[in-house]
């Protein structure tokens, strides 16, 4: 469903993306995780259609992104992002509806829809019409997975999107987002800097560092063969995180 082919970004003489080569396969979900700075929201963005490469392919089922096509393939792809990303002075309703009322909805589907994707994402209907302002953060994400959702795509991209939440929040989103994306079967592409949730969330996890992917696999991969010995420490930092120390 999603492919990249030797992909580079640079930024001037920064080079973000250094040969990234991922394939995710219909229906599952992979995981790019690594330290901060190492090119993951960079490699989510060039998928989503945001920036163009510097040189390399994006292939969307099979389909090489292009300036003429991204478009389309813009609405067969739904993007979450951290602390939700929603216009403040919009109601989570129309922000939800931004790109179906872009595309000239109906009324009556929207309405039909909004239900469906406010069910799925659990966000009360009662609070549609409030503005984000008047959202709890828990609620706010729900809306940003809603207006994910609104047109059915093939596809899902998540750069960090429980990361600006408080622990019991964040706890609970893994458990209904893990269910979700069970549930609809959806090609999702995650990013986390946080193991544990690579690990509960993915069918595959890479981890870059340096703007190349140098380890992928299931966390058992990880832990018993680590690949090099920057991810020997990253496991363990990780490690250590979780059990309350400091790496």
């Known amino acids: ?93 129309d922000n939800a509806t931004l790109a179906a009322r872009y595309l000239g909805w109906s009324r009556k589907r929207m309405d039909a829809r909004v239900s469906e994707v406010a069910t799925l994402a659990q966000f009360p209907m009662d609070r549609l019409q409030a503005r984000p302002g008047e959202l709890s953060g828990g609620q706010q994400q729900r809306v940003s997975i809603m207006r994910a959702l609104m047109l059915d795509p093939d596809v899902l991209l998540l750069d960090e999107p429980l990361g600006a939440l408080d622990p019991m929040i964040r706890a609970e989103l893994q458990l209904e987002l893990k269910d979700l994306m069970g549930r609809l079967g959806k090609t999702a592409l995650l990013v986390t800097h946080d193991l544990a949730e690579a690990a509960w969330f993915g069918d595959v996890i890479h981890l870059m560092r340096h703007g190349s992917i140098v380890q992928s696999g299931a966390l058992g991969d990880f832990a018993e063969r680590p690949a090099s010995a920057f991810v020997e420490r990253f496991v363990q930092a990780q490690q250590l995180l979780h059990m309350g120390g400091t790496p």
């Open 1 to 93: 469903m999603l492919r990249t082919e030797n992909l580079r970004k640079a930024y001037g003489s920064i080079m973000a993306l250094n040969g990234v080569t991922l394939t995710c396969q219909v229906g599952t979900t992979n995981v790019l995780i690594g330290p901060s700075g190492c090119g993951k929201s960079t490699l989510l963005r060039l998928v989503a259609g945001l920036e163009w490469p510097t040189s390399g392919h994006i292939y969307f089922d099979d389909e090489e992104i292009s300036p003429a096509n991204v478009q389309r393939i813009r609405h067969r792809t739904g993007y979450v992002i951290q602390a939700g990303g929603l216009f403040p002075h919009l109601t989570a309703r």
